[in-house]
């Protein structure tokens, strides 16, 4: 069966530094993977979407970046945190034309 | 410019009573529709979806309907239980055309459930 895993569950961060998430996933090949951002009353906003590795596409200007080395990793980094990056973190995959499966999600606090 | 909406931040029923949970989309290339629930501090969950192809899908307590010409879904949930308390969040995408399917989501409503 397909896992996807997914840390730290927490994190707290001064602002300037530096960030890494990771994301990976068992169980499946070639996924479509996913870094969602969970803002206070904004709902679930698209980040970042890989097709592929080395493959990113950014849905929104922001300070983030994400990479994609391997092909069920998925990592989402940042050279300088802002206070504004502060949210809720979440990585999923999904296969075409199949609903996308969630990790548990890492709550950044930017201080 | 918001593709999916989900007016309602927040809906407060009766144990026992029904749930109705709503969705509105402008995407009319959207053909394929999910209902997520999310716990706080946790990864949304896939609870159930629909194809436009289809005006209804139901699993269990669970029944999604779909109107194309409005532009609207809506997920109702009978009986509603206390356990149901989290927030839904309404997802579309667009399956064919060469897109590769990624899910736009709306902002999410917060079913309380009362016992």
């Known amino acids: 069966s397909q896992t996807i895993h997914q840390w730290p569950a927490t994190l707290v961060q001064p602002v300037g530094s530096p960030l890494s998430l990771e994301c990976t996933v068992e169980?499946?090949?070639?996924?479509?993977l996913y870094w969602y951002r969970q803002a206070a009353g904004r709902g679930l906003q698209l980040l970042f979407y890989?097709?592929?590795?080395?493959?990113i596409s950014s849905e929104v200007p922001q300070n983030l970046s994400a990479s994609r080395p391997q092909d069920r990793q998925f990592i989402l980094s940042s050279k300088k945190l802002l206070l504004s990056d502060s949210g809720f973190y979440l990585c999923?995959?999904?296969?075409?034309?199949?609903?996308?499966?969630f990790g548990q999600g890492t709550r950044l606090t930017v201080v | 410019d918001q593709q999916v909406k989900q007016n309602s931040p927040s809906l407060s029923v009766q144990e026992g009573r029904i749930s109705i949970l709503n969705c509105d989309y402008t995407?009319?290339?959207?053909?394929?529709f999910l209902w997520y629930k999310k716990y706080p501090a946790e990864g949304p969950t896939f609870l159930i979806s629909?194809?436009?192809?289809?005006d209804k899908n139901e699993d269990g307590r669970f029944t999604v309907f779909l109107n194309k010409s409005a532009k609207h879904l809506s997920l109702h949930i009978v009986p509603s239980q206390p356990g149901d308390s989290a927030v839904y969040f309404c997802?579309?995408?667009?399956?064919?055309?060469?897109?590769?399917?990624?899910?736009?989501f709306g902002k999410g409503t917060k079913l309380s459930v009362k016992p």
């Open positions: 999923a995959w999904s296969v075409l034309r199949s609903e996308a499966f």
């Open positions: 629909i194809s436009s192809i289809k």
């Open positions: 890989s097709v592929g590795i080395g493959q």
């Open positions: 169980g499946t090949s070639n996924p479509n």
């Open positions: 995407n009319s290339m959207f053909d394929y």
């Open positions: 997802a579309a995408r667009r399956v064919y055309g060469g897109s590769q399917g990624n899910l736009i």
